[in-house]
């Protein structure tokens, strides 16, 4: 197969321009003084558990009228937060009193309703770009949308990015909850500004649960034990501190590192374990960085679930990668391990959180199955179609900026993605750029079939595809159904897609949060078949 890009921009509606340029330094980024964590006490603070949301009662559901589902109404709010012990406490944006916010929890099948109140005040605490797409100065500061990640949700549910709305009002979603057990999440998903809100605090997870996956006998209750993960900066007094760009009137930074990790909102917690079995429920929910989780007793972990739910096998792995974005759902055996203290450390060296082994309080009956939930691999042959997608970047007029687009194309343009529903497709992730990029598309789950280096410089310049690599299967940990997926610089990551669930407008997008509101995201429709 053979495509070139002259084609594909064709394709796209545009003609080839050749202005995707390789890319060149990122911009030194101003920040303020910023706090460093190794001048704090680590593991002091135990790790707080995200509350589970509390249901406000029933209404009569969407689709059924003599139904009634659950109903949440859960506010945005701005709120104050500990974020270790020895710092002040830290503005952030909330949900419900707490962020990450609270955990909704629920079955397949069983569908609710969830009322977000946007209670934000009108301005914001960090620094918009009002030249980006969306964010300009007319809009409120504090106006949000929020996406379920993850979900099998209606269009008009799923959290268009323009479809945000200011304080004072509110949003009132349905979400039907038809798909396997699985680990999702809720963010922000403001145009222009969704980095800033995610950053604020606005995310949590969503659980949704399912006979096959309760009957496999996983550790439960308290032996279940979610943790979101994302960095952060501080000032010295511990408020939040975003960087800013150094060009005055332009604040947006290509991406966000912070020298400081959170766990359920704490830096540098510690958890009491039981020498017994756990089940972890990971999120990278970070704005660009990618999480190397291992234990500093170099015990494995057993992976057993990804982003959209149960590997088909355990997979044991010395380190959880995490790129934003995705999840994982891994067991740790610490019986035998009473008295120890364990580190889980990111990147090998910086340390994330303790684990401190007590003696479990009662034997533990738990399971770790041999077989988890069988992931038939769909078949090339399934695909009515193929998209040749470039993930590129072109430098900005002053060439020390890098703005990173889809297909060469920017948000506003027409709709060039628009699968036709209950059909699947196979979507070829070309990475042109020197960086990897976390690609999620909403509304679907879809299986990755390889990835393979090719020749970008003949791919921009000859129109030429050359592959100058063996293609390579994904990673038996990413061998279950995702909804995120990383695509490596100078490769193409190929994904099976079935578009199923509902037609209508929905949104594609790299996970890197400063991106994705620089333009890496694009509209696409499911279009109703005929
Ligand atoms: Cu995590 Cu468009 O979403
Ligand atoms: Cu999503
Ligand atoms: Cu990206």
């Known amino acids: 197969m053979s ?86 406490p830290t503005r952030v944006w909330g949900i419900a009193g707490s962020s990450p916010g609270p955990t909704l929890e629920t079955q397949k099948g069983a569908g609710m309703l969830v009322e977000w109140a946007n209670e934000l005040p009108g301005t914001h605490f960090l620094p918009i770009d009002h030249r980006l797409h969306g964010a300009e100065a007319d809009k409120p500061g504090g106006r949000s949308i929020i996406h379920l990640h993850g979900g099998k ?64 006998n996983l550790p439960r209750g308290k032996y279940e034990v979610p943790l979101v993960l994302y ?29 400081a990790v959170l766990v359920n909102g704490k830096l540098l917690p510690y958890f009491e374990v039981e020498a017994r079995k756990y089940r972890f429920r990971l999120l990278n929910g970070a704005n660009g960085r990618f999480f190397h989780l291992s234990l500093s007793s170099g015990q494995e972990f057993q992976q057993i679930g990804t982003d959209q739910g149960l590997l088909p096998a355990p997979v044991p792995v010395p380190m959880l990668s995490i790129a934003p974005g995705e999840r994982a759902d891994a067991i740790v055996d610490f019986s035998g391990q009473a008295g120890a203290k364990i580190v889980v450390n990111n990147d090998s060296f910086r340390p994330v959180m303790q684990l401190r082994v007590v003696p479990p309080v009662a034997p533990d009956n738990s399971s770790l199955p041999k077989a988890l939930r069988p992931v038939p691999r769909m078949a090339e042959a399934e695909a009515v179609k193929t998209r040749m997608l470039a993930l590129g970047e072109i430098n900005d007029l002053r060439g020390d900026s890098v703005t990173m687009l889809l297909n060469n194309t920017p948000w506003h343009a027409p709709i060039t993605e628009n699968p036709v529903l209950n059909s699947v497709e196979i979507w070829n992730l070309v990475n042109l750029t020197d960086d990897a990029h976390p690609i999620h598309l909403h509304l679907v789950r879809f299986q990755i079939l390889d990835r393979r280096r090719f020749d970008t410089f003949a791919y921009q310049n000859r129109d030429t595809l050359r592959y ?14 995702k909804d995120t997926v990383r695509a490596d610089p100078g490769m193409i990551t190929r994904i099976i897609v079935p578009f199923e669930g509902y037609a209508g407008r929905y949104v594609w ?3 890197i949060l400063e991106h994705e509101d620089n333009e890496m995201m694009r509209p696409y429709e499911v279009i109703a078949a005929r």
């Open 153 to 216: 949700v209606p269009p008009e549910s799923d959290g268009y990015p323009e479809d945000w709305y200011a304080p004072g009002k509110s949003a009132t979603y349905h979400y039907p909850n038809n798909q396997d057990a699985a680990l999702l999440w809720y963010h922000d998903h403001t145009m222009g500004i969704n980095r800033l809100n995610i950053f604020a605090g606005l995310l949590g997870l969503y659980i949704v649960r399912d006979p096959i996956e309760d009957a496999l």
């Open 231 to 259: 960095d952060r900066a501080f000032d010295p007094d511990g408020q939040l501190n975003y960087p800013v760009s150094p060009v005055p009137g332009e604040p947006w930074v290509p991406e966000f590192f912070g020298n």
């Open 468 to 481: 100058t690599g063996a293609a390579t299967s994904p990673e038996p940990h990413e061998a279950g159904w």
């Open 509 to 511: 997008h790299c996970h």
């Open 3 to 88: 495509i070139t890009r002259r084609e594909c921009l064709r394709r796209a509606g545009l003609a080839a321009s050749g202005f995707m340029l390789p890319r060149q330094a990122h911009p030194q980024q101003i920040a303020r003084p910023v706090l460093d964590p190794d001048t704090l006490t680590p593991f002091v603070d135990p790790l707080p558990i995200p509350p589970v949301a509390r249901q406000a009662g029933t209404r009569r559901s969407p689709h059924d009228a003599t139904a009634q589902v659950p109903y949440y109404r859960l506010p945005l709010r701005q709120i104050e937060t500990q974020v270790h012990r020895d710092l002040k």
